[in-house]
């Protein structure tokens, strides 16, 4: 049985993306918004950082700091 509704499993999906580009990438963070399929850089800063417990850019800054 499947423990995720379809909306849920898109937010996972794109919050999934967003840590790794964050993580690996040098991209804009309004471009992985968009890569993420989110309709504006508003909409995502606010869904990452309810669901993360941290804005993108400051979750882009403690790894960085945590593994480089």
């Not at 379809?6 to 471009?31: G, H, N, Q, V």
């Amino acid at each position: 049985s499947f423990k995720l509704t379809p909306a849920k499993y898109i937010l996972k999906t794109r919050l999934e993306k967003s840590l790794d580009f964050l993580a690996e990438s040098r991209l804009a963070i309004s471009e992985i918004a968009e890569k993420c399929g989110y309709s504006s850089v508003y909409h995502f800063s606010k869904i990452f950082k309810e669901k993360v417990g941290y804005n993108p850019a400051e979750y882009r800054k403690i790894y960085r700091n945590f593994y480089f």
